[in-house]
């Protein structure tokens, strides 16, 4: 970065105007290497950037974000759909960043666990896109035994959902009791898990998302939180390389 004028990226994280900005550095609030910073047009490079502190507290993330949400069950993804949303659990500020945070794809209602938010829409589109392959690991509760073929059918790649007219690529399952399972999708079709079991004749009863491509789900990271993902474990999580056509 050639450098970012000041009041333009701390207005685009959503601290106010660019007016209201010039107003904070005037007042002193914005501070660099705990001095104040003088002009609100000054430029400054990535790494000035991400030292400013704000009324004494270190900056929100620059743009590039990545989040690893611990999403709860009752929260939607989507602006769309009635209910609370899991931007709520964001600090109230983010919600004006531009660009915004977005959701990587989508967890139902109610489907717990991982999902990534970015303001990056190369990324975002990476993972996102059905040519792209991540797998998705969800463990499932189900409302009756299995019947026993189930990982054949899936690992077959022929199972055609209701309404659709491509058959599902290949997924992988491992029974881990008699209605509790683990599997492993590459795609991520429309309630994708919960049409695979009902196509089946059964029912998902409790849906938790607890791997994307290398990532998983940490275990010290409490439902409802989240954390800032680095460009290196995004980039080693992510990676092209990493990215599997098969998971049979
Ligand atoms: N499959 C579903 O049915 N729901 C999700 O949220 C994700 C995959």
Redesign the pocket.
């Known amino acids: 970065m050639s450098g970012v004028r000041l009041d333009k990226l701390v207005a685009n994280l959503g601290y106010g105007s660019r007016k209201d900005v010039q107003a904070m550095v005037r007042a002193g609030r914005i501070r660099l290497g705990g001095a104040p910073v003088a002009a609100a047009d000054r430029k400054l490079s990535p790494q000035e950037a991400a030292s400013l502190t704000i009324d004494g507290d270190p900056i929100d993330p620059l743009p590039g974000v990545v989040l690893l949400m611990n999403k709860p069950v009752g929260l939607t993804c989507s602006t769309k759909e009635a209910g609370p949303l899991v931007y709520d659990l964001l600090p109230e500020r983010w919600r004006r960043r531009d660009p915004p945070l977005s959701t990587v794809g ?3 209602k ?2 717990s666990g991982l999902l990534l938010l970015t303001d990056d829409g190369a990324l975002l589109h990476k993972i996102i896109s059905p040519k792209t392959h991540l797998p ?1 690991r ?1 463990r499932a509760t189900l409302a009756r035994p299995l019947r026993g073929d189930e990982a054949e059918v899936f690992a077959a790649g022929t199972l055609m959902l209701d309404g659709e007219t491509k058959p599902l690529l290949p997924a992988h399952l491992a029974v881990l009791g008699s209605t509790e399972v683990q599997l492993t ?1 590459i795609e ?1 079709r ?7 079991f009902a196509a089946l004749g059964n029912h ?1 009863v409790v ?1 938790h ?1 607890d791997a994307l491509g290398e990532l998983t789900l940490p275990e010290d990271l409490p439902e409802g939180e989240f954390r800032s993902l680095s460009e290196a474990e995004v980039s080693a999580a992510l990676s092209a390389g990493n990215f599997h056509t098969q998971v049979t």
């Open positions: 989508r967890l139902d109610d489907t998705k969800y999708i991520g429309y309630h994708q898990v919960r049409r695979m998902v849906l998302r």
